[in-house]
């Protein structure tokens, strides 16, 4: 019952903005499963360590991440492969670590490169995008972002396209000359992310509109 009940509250839970409420729902789950049910025991695993990512809990994000890789390893299913190295990725730069950060990133699109379209392909490139933004590499965050565009308006995914725009919206609002076009981009993002309930990428175009405009002295 637990096993079942569990990760349904977890997804309620986190669709209402409840996310330490989803990891430790999350986490019951994880400790009631048969260790032998792998495809379920996996998705938890990453929807776990996803929760604790947006709740601050990185090391167990890590953790439970590098697990689920693992797992996707053994299968040597590729895309899921790609995935979880984007997603690691991520989480590594929110520990401080932006070599490791950046090695899971490139190591998910080459995986991901040789293969179709996909959501899994897009994302990668849009974290790449993203941590050029962070390095202020504005040329590599545009090329990056703008591929991640694209494919995400091909496989018609409004995420990755919430994603992406926020990259390149956040990198050229930067630049005099392409300020205008990067903060309709970035207001472009927002729209996207509140319409859809996107927690984590609202959030995120909330913080980049704040940043820019305080660097611009645009203080109200």
Not at 111 to 123: H, V, Y
């Amino acid at each position: 019952l637990v096993v079942e009940y569990a990760p349904r509250a977890a997804k309620q839970a986190a669709s209402v903005g409840a996310h330490i409420e989803a990891s430790k729902l999350y986490l019951t789950a994880i400790e009631y499963i048969e260790k032998s049910d792998e495809d379920r025991l996996v998705e938890l695993y990453e929807s776990y360590a996803y929760e604790c990512y947006l709740t601050n809990q990185i090391k167990d994000a890590i953790t439970y991440q590098e697990i689920a890789l693992k797992t996707w390893q053994k299968k040597n299913e590729k895309e899921q492969m790609g995935n979880s190295l984007r997603l690691l990725s991520r989480y590594c730069w929110f520990d401080g670590n932006r070599d490791e950060a950046e090695k899971y990133g490139k190591e998910a699109i080459q995986i991901l490169e040789s293969l179709p379209p996909s959501r899994a392909k897009a994302m990668a490139f849009s974290n790449m995008s993203q941590l050029k933004l962070f390095s202020e590499e504005t040329r590599d965050c545009e090329k990056w972002g703008n591929l991640a565009i694209e494919m995400a308006r091909e496989i018609k995914d409004d995420e990755i396209l919430c994603h992406a725009l926020n990259n390149v919206g956040a990198s050229q609002w930067k630049v005099q000359s392409s300020r205008e076009a990067g903060e309709i981009f970035l207001m472009e993002s927002l729209d996207i992310a509140l319409k859809n309930s996107y927690h984590e990428h609202a959030a995120r175009a909330y913080s980049n509109i704040i940043y820019n405009s305080v660097e611009a002295k645009e203080y109200d």
